[in-house]
């Protein structure tokens, strides 16, 4: 969605834990275990379905709406689908089935990763990542609820250390949920968020141009 002033929201699902406005949110954690490094039985261009020989553990359809990509051949690597469904498995294989076919045929060993929607579930930015940062909601979502997350252009948002207007700011890796200048000393890489629109103490909540889209 689209409003008239150009501020972008995606239509998002609340994890196990109420959003609050003004806090910046998190894709679901990643799940290298169930969802990366899946080896299958080779697709063949044309095939809407494709079969790992992993085992994974998943309810069903739980990565409906996300993506499947083959990370690993020796040819044709790269190709992405759409899941539109999936049986459940329990330390078993799983057929994803696809919304459009595969393209090319891959070879080699061929392995895939399988991405859940990252609206689908999304929790507070945590200090530590543990995915990516994706939007902000502008009111309370109750826990496992849907609403609209704010993803580009003025935004209100938890501020931590402060910030200037006119400096990029990134997901703090000190406060859930907030946002930092960018050279805040810290040694590790921060993932952008947008650009300071005014300025803001720590713990208040300043403008920010959201570049999350």
């Not at 998943?58 to 051949?73: F, N």
């Not at 090319?104 to 929607?117: I, W």
């Not at 579930?121 to 997350?149: D, H, M, R």
């Not at 406060?175 to 930092?180: F, I, S, V, Y």
Request: with cysteine; charged share 15%; aromatic share 6%.
């Amino acid at each position: 969605m689209v409003t008239d002033d150009g501020r972008s929201f995606r239509y998002a699902k609340a994890g196990a834990t109420a959003l609050i406005p003004g806090q910046l949110q998190q894709a679901p954690a990643e799940d290298t275990t169930n969802f990366q490094g899946l080896t299958v039985t080779t697709p063949s261009a044309g095939d809407i379905s494709i079969t790992t020989t992993s085992t994974v553990t998943l309810t069903k359809d739980q990565l409906a709406g996300g993506l499947l990509i083959i990370a690993d051949a020796t040819t044709n690597a790269g190709q992405v689908f759409r899941i539109s469904g999936h049986n459940a498995a329990t330390a078993a294989v799983v057929t994803f089935e696809l919304d459009d076919p595969v393209v090319y045929t891959p070879t080699g060993t061929v392995k895939v990763d399988a991405h859940p929607n990252p609206y689908n579930g999304v929790i507070v930015n945590p200090t530590t990542l543990t995915s990516a940062p994706i939007g902000v909601p502008l009111i309370k979502i109750t826990a496992e609820y849907y609403g609209w997350l704010q993803v580009r252009g003025a935004c209100p948002v938890l501020s931590d250390g402060g910030s200037t207007i006119g400096l990029d700011l990134v997901a703090s890796d000190g406060t859930a949920g907030a946002a930092e200048v960018i050279a805040d000393g810290a040694a590790e890489l921060l993932p952008k968020i947008g650009t300071a629109l005014a300025g803001a103490a720590t713990t208040e909540y300043g403008l920010v141009d959201l570049k999350l889209s």
